[in-house]
């Protein structure tokens, strides 16, 4: 994980931009109105890679009952 020194401006994208990373070898979501890179840490999500590749390029909802990323 990078941590970036305080006061650093994150890049801004278009969900247009987010929606064109929705591959298993190039996954992105949008959660809670910031951009994850979700790639490398697709293997090891409790729901399993399928899950993550479902919701890539979206912006996923999470069911308060067991936090697992779904269609929105």
């Given at each position: 994980?990078?941590?970036?020194?305080?006061?650093?401006?994150?890049?801004?994208?278009?969900?247009?931009?987010?929606?064109?990373?929705?591959?298993?070898?190039?996954?992105?979501?949008?959660?809670?109105?910031?951009?994850?890179?979700?790639?490398?840490?697709?293997?090891?999500?409790?729901?399993?890679?399928?899950?993550?590749?479902?919701?890539?390029?979206?912006?996923?909802?999470?069911?308060?009952?067991?936090?697992v990323l779904t269609r929105a």
């Amino acid at each position: 994980m990078q941590v970036l020194p305080e006061n650093t401006e994150l890049p801004a994208y278009t969900r247009e931009e987010v929606a064109r990373h929705n591959t298993p070898e190039d996954l992105w979501c949008i959660i809670d109105d910031r951009v994850y890179d979700l790639t490398r840490f697709a293997k090891l999500h409790p729901g399993g890679k399928a899950a993550l590749v479902d919701v890539a390029g979206q912006v996923p909802t999470r069911t308060p009952a067991c936090s697992v990323l779904t269609r929105a």
